[in-house]
């Protein structure tokens, strides 16, 4: 079973990371201490094939909404508890085929989320690697500094600013949604009670969002949950 400290620590680092990590980070950085890692972690995840496991990697890349939400019982057939295995699973096997624990695991997701976009039908890119974990979990800074549903687009760009992103990273980070689901109480408000919406889009998710109760029906971000594309821009 994953330990939730993983993510912690990886929250954390994420949320610090940007500004403190940038100076030595380099797609190279295990090509002496442990050539073996990368493969390692594609491996794992491209055996796993499942689309939790993805939506589990990139969402942990940006975290914590994980922490917050416990969601065991909400997903149907798509089991977190499975996805956070996989997690550790992929730390073991690097441990493993490197003979010491050499890769953080901020590197780790960060090179899993990769693969799984890739595995997904996404874009490949060079991960830059070097980022260190933290030594101290901060589950108070992820419920604090982590963005709100109910944010509107200055509370977004404000709440990014601090964080070092602009509003370029705004668009293109939130295209991640492009992956996965929503909780019909996340965006219950917006369907009924919203005018900034299209009307035929709202009736569409009232018809499985109702006014009450189905707090946990799912409804997918875009029309291919299970691809990363551009549909949800
Ligand atoms: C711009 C600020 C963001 C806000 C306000 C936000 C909000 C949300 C919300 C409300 C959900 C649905 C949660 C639920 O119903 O349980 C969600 C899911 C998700 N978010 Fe974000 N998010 C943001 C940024 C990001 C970023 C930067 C990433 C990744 C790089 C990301 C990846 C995901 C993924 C993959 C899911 C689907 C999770 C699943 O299906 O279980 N989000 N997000």
């Known amino acids: ?20 990590t940038a100076f030595s980070l380099s797609p190279n ?13 594609r491996k794992v995840v491209e055996a796993d094939g499942s689309l939790f496991t993805s939506v589990v990697m990139v ?4 975290i914590p909404h994980l922490l917050s939400k416990p969601r065991k019982n909400a997903r149907g057939n798509l089991n977190p508890v499975r996805g956070f295995e996989v997690v550790d699973q992929i730390k073991a096997e690097v441990d493993r085929v490197c003979g010491r624990p050499v890769v953080s695991c ?3 997701l960060a ?5 799984s976009v890739v595995a997904l039908g996404g874009p490949t890119w060079k991960v830059r ?7 101290r979990a901060r589950l108070d800074l992820a419920n604090t500094e982590l963005p709100s549903p109910s944010l ?20 293109a980070l939130s295209g991640a949604h492009t992956l996965g689901v929503s909780r019909c ?13 299209d009307p035929a889009f709202a009736k569409q998710r009232r018809a499985t969002c109702p006014r009450t109760g189905g707090n946990t029906n799912l409804a997918p971000f875009d029309s291919t949950p299970a691809h990363f594309d551009t549909a949800y821009f």
């Not at 969402?59 to 940006?62: A, I, L, P, Q, T």
């Not at 690697?129 to 030594?135: C, E, Q, V």
């Not at 109480?185 to 919406?197: C, E, K, L, Q, V």
Request: glycine share 4%; aromatic share 10%; with cysteine.
């Open 129 to 135: 690697l070097g980022r260190r974990d933290s030594t």
């Open 111 to 115: 090179v899993a989320a990769r693969d």
């Open 185 to 197: 109480s996340i965006f219950r408000n917006r369907i009924y009670n919203a005018t900034n919406i």
């Open 29 to 41: 950085f295990y090509d002496k201490v442990c050539p073996q890692a990368l493969p390692a972690i």
């Open 152 to 171: 509107d687009l200055p509370g977004l760009l404000n709440n990014f600013r601090k964080q070092g992103l602009n509003r370029r990273d705004l668009v």
């Open 59 to 62: 969402h942990s890349f940006w």
């Open 106 to 108: 901020a590197d780790i």
């Open 1 to 20: 079973m994953a330990s939730p400290t993983h993510f912690l620590v990886v929250v954390v680092l994420l949320l610090l990371g940007v500004a403190t």
